[in-house]
């Protein structure tokens, strides 16, 4: 391992200026701009509960909560009974026909998301459900439901046993955050962290039409870190994203969260420092810092770890309430963004009250990596008047699309070189709660924004459950 350093003045500088030009998009292309064709309601009574200042049926850093696939969408969630639940629709449908799982949230504990993955080698799907640092629960559906779903009928049998293992495999008995996410090839991955939060580590596991495999963990939580205030020799590595682009590489942004809170200026405030990215080019087995120098292997002795060397792309403090697990996406062009949300400088130098701090001064920013291997960063003029998290997505047309808490929405387009973003949609009448799920697949499948949001409500009342679409430009 390496001493941990930034990536050099002049990137540093890059990365706190506004975001430039960084390519002409053809004088056709349309900037940014969303219009509301429909919502339809999933249920009308869902769970809810707020805990870690979030919902468990609408937790930014599921992946997928909703996804499309073959002209058909789909969704997951717990019913007020905490039973899961997994509907489905044909794209563009008002009806939402759904499948009730034997299984009910054991925990109110808004980590315990379900998250669903689709296998193209067999075309199952694959959901995995309720945990935070402890056991899993896993299903499957049938071979082939995801290619045939006109001719299959959607009902319990299609789905396998809930089970506690992946097929056999077991893991870890300390499970998190799982995201699935297809190769190129169609395999499909788990990415998943094990251990805590603040000592914990991120792995991969894989399955191949037939077989999950366990890659292993690619992360350490080794090391020393240190800040003006003190120092830390624990941590997790907290991802925005694991993504493959066009041509086949595997991204992924990160924060660093430290275990000492002796790092900060202040116990109110939390851990999380410096926003840094790594990359694979062979499906996850390698890692690669910006510059393309190896920094770990999956499975290995020699882990991605924060003493490593050009990881950092855009570089602060623990005293400033960054955001982990925010979002990211890829360009046309392959190129990683990301949204990262914080209380910058202006406001102090020390948030003392991470959920207030965040709430009334908390911004978010959108980095990005250009044409030239420039990183590049603008902050979005939104408050964020929440805690939460911001979701993001582009266009067929690589505009920029900041979907805020509350279901706000705001755009840039690429021709201004993603300097001019706006407001496009204020999130009136819905009455959201927080966060909102994205559909990542359903952009390119259709050329529509679509997302899930709950309603707000109060204590443990159960509230309603929508899934809201907007045309992006044709």
């Known amino acids: 391992m390496k001493r941990r350093t930034l990536l050099g003045a002049a990137l540093t500088s890059a990365v706190l200026t506004p975001a430039l030009t960084t390519g002409t998009a053809r004088a056709a292309d349309p900037g940014p701009s969303v219009t509301r064709t429909s919502t339809t309601r999933l249920d009308a009574t869902a769970l809810f509960f707020v805990s870690y200042d979030g919902l468990v049926n609408n937790n930014s850093f599921q992946k997928n909560g909703l996804l499309t696939y073959k002209g058909y969408q789909y969704a997951t969630w717990y019913t007020s009974t905490g039973n899961a639940v997994v509907g489905r629709r044909v794209l563009g449908g008002g009806t939402w026909s759904t499948v009730t799982l034997p299984h009910v949230l054991k925990a109110s504990d808004s980590h315990n998301v379900i998250s669903m993955g689709v296998s193209r080698t067999d075309g199952r799907l694959h959901l995995n459900m309720d945990s935070h640092s402890n056991g899993y629960f896993y299903v499957k559906s049938v071979a082939g439901l995801m290619d045939n779903p006109a001719s299959t009928a959607w009902t319990s049998s299609v789905f396998g046993a809930v089970q506690t293992t992946m097929d056999g495999l077991s893991l870890t008995t300390q499970f998190t955050y799982p995201q699935f996410v297809s190769t190129p090839e169609g395999r499909l991955q788990l990415s998943y962290r094990v251990g805590v939060s603040g000592n914990g580590r991120n792995a991969l596991a894989e399955y191949d039409g037939s077989t999950w495999t366990a890659l292993g963990e690619w992360t350490s939580a080794t090391g020393?870190?240190?800040?003006?205030?003190?120092?830390?020799?624990?941590?997790?590595?907290?991802?925005?994203?694991?993504?493959?682009?066009?041509?086949g590489r595997l991204h992924s942004f990160f924060t660093w969260r430290e275990q000492n809170a002796a790092v900060m200026c202040s116990s109110g405030g939390i851990t999380n420092h410096d926003t840094g990215y790594?990359?694979?080019?062979?499906?996850?087995?390698?890692?690669?810092?910006?510059?393309?120098?190896?920094?770990?292997?999956?499975?290995?002795?020699?882990?991605?770890?924060?003493?490593?060397?050009?990881?950092?792309?855009?570089?602060?403090?623990?005293?400033?309430s960054l955001m982990n697990q925010e979002s990211q996406f890829t360009d046309s062009a392959g190129l990683p963004h990301a949204i990262i949300s914080y209380v910058p400088g202006r406001f102090g130098q020390c948030t003392t009250g991470y959920v207030g701090d965040r709430t009334a001064n908390g911004r978010a920013f959108h980095v990005r990596k250009n044409s030239s291997g420039t990183w590049q960063k603008t902050e979005i003029p939104v408050v964020l008047g929440s805690s939460q998290r911001t979701k993001l997505i582009l266009d067929k047309y690589d505009n920029a699309y900041a979907i805020f808490p509350f279901g706000r929405i705001a755009g840039a387009s690429k021709s201004s070189g993603y300097t001019d973003w706006t407001v496009l949609f204020d999130g009136s009448g819905l009455n959201a709660f927080g966060e909102v799920v994205i559909d990542e697949l359903r952009v390119k499948a259709d050329n529509t924004l679509s997302f899930m949001y709950q309603e707000k409500s109060s204590g443990t009342t159960p509230s309603a459950l929508h899934v809201i679409d907007f045309a992006l430009p044709a």
Not at 292 to 306: M, N, Q
């Open 224 to 247: 020393t870190y240190t800040s003006e205030h003190g120092s830390s020799t624990a941590r997790n590595m907290y991802l925005h994203g694991i993504d493959y682009d066009v041509n």
């Open 278 to 320: 790594v990359y694979s080019d062979d499906r996850g087995r390698t890692w690669r810092n910006n510059a393309g120098t190896v920094v770990g292997t999956t499975g290995g002795s020699d882990k991605v770890a924060v003493t490593d060397s050009g990881l950092v792309v855009d570089p602060l403090n623990p005293d400033h």
